[in-house]
C-alpha cells in the first residue's frame, strides 16, 4: 500500500500499490484536484479562457471560479425547482443497482422513518394492524376500474405509480374507513418520481376526500 499526503486538503491517503500511474497522484480524489486547479490558474490562462468565449466583453474575464459570482457558482443554483429526465433517472438507477449500503446506514435509515411515523418497528402491536389496515385498502383498491384514471397506459416502475391521493398511513392514523382510502375519488397516476418523493404526504385533505364521495 502506497501512503499519500493530498497537496489541497493536506490529509494522508492510501492508494493500492506504488506503480507509476498511482506514484504520480497529488490529491486525494477529483473534488480536491479541481478545487487545486482553480486556485492556481494564471492570468494568462483566465484571460485565454475568456477570450476563447467573448473576451474582454465577458463579465467573468480575468475572475476566478473560486469567486462567488463565477460562472461555475451561478450555474448551481441554475437547477433549482427543476426536475431531471426520466431517461437520465433510469441511467442513474443502472449505475446504482449492485452498491450496496452498510448496516450502520440502513439501521439509521430506518430509525429516521420510524421517528417520522413512516415505519413501524417490526415488534410494534400497531404496525400488525396497519397491515391488515393496508391489505383492506388494496382490496377496494383492486375492485376499481382503472382505466377511467388519466395516464393508466403510462404505469410501470419507471413511468406513473397509482397514488393514494390520501395516504394509507394518514387513513390508518385517522381511522378512516379502507372502503374510502381504496375508492376510485382518492386514487390517481403520478410520475414515480413524484409518488417516491411524496412518501406519506397527503395532496388532498381529509374533508375534501369524504366530499368526493
Known amino acids: 500500500m502506497l501512503e499519500k499526503i493530498c497537496e489541497y486538503c493536506q490529509i494522508k491517503f492510501t492508494l493500492p500499490n506504488h506503480t507509476q500511474k498511482y506514484l504520480k497522484r497529488r490529491f486525494c480524489g477529483p473534488i480536491c484536484s479541481r478545487r487545486w486547479a482553480a486556485n492556481n490558474r494564471s492570468d494568462s490562462w483566465k484571460q485565454k479562457a475568456s477570450l476563447a ?30 426536475k431531471q429526465p426520466i431517461e437520465a433517472n433510469k441511467k442513474r438507477a443502472k449505475k446504482l443497482t449492485g452498491i450496496k449500503r452498510s448496516q450502520e446506514t440502513i439501521n439509521k435509515t430506518r430509525q429516521t422513518k420510524i421517528d417520522k411515523g413512516i415505519y413501524w418497528k417490526p415488534d410494534d402491536l400497531e404496525y400488525t394492524e396497519f397491515k391488515k389496515y393496508r391489505r383492506k385498502v388494496y382490496y377496494w383498491t383492486s375492485k376499481n376500474d382503472l382505466t377511467q384514471l388519466e395516464n393508466h397506459d403510462k404505469r410501470g416502475r419507471f413511468g406513473y405509480h397509482l397514488d393514494h391521493k390520501y395516504s394509507i398511513t394518514e387513513g390508518f392514523k385517522n381511522k378512516v374507513p379502507p372502503k374510502v382510502i381504496g375508492s376510485i375519488d382518492n386514487l390517481e397516476f403520478i410520475c414515480y418520481t413524484d409518488n417516491l418523493s411524496k412518501g406519506t404526504k397527503c395532496s388532498i385533505t381529509l374533508e375534501k376526500l369524504y366530499g368526493l364521495q
Open 53 to 82: 468565449k467573448l473576451g474582454e466583453n465577458n463579465p467573468m474575464f480575468g475572475v476566478s471560479q473560486t469567486n462567488p459570482n463565477s460562472l461555475s457558482n451561478l450555474t448551481r443554483t441554475a437547477w433549482t425547482g427543476k
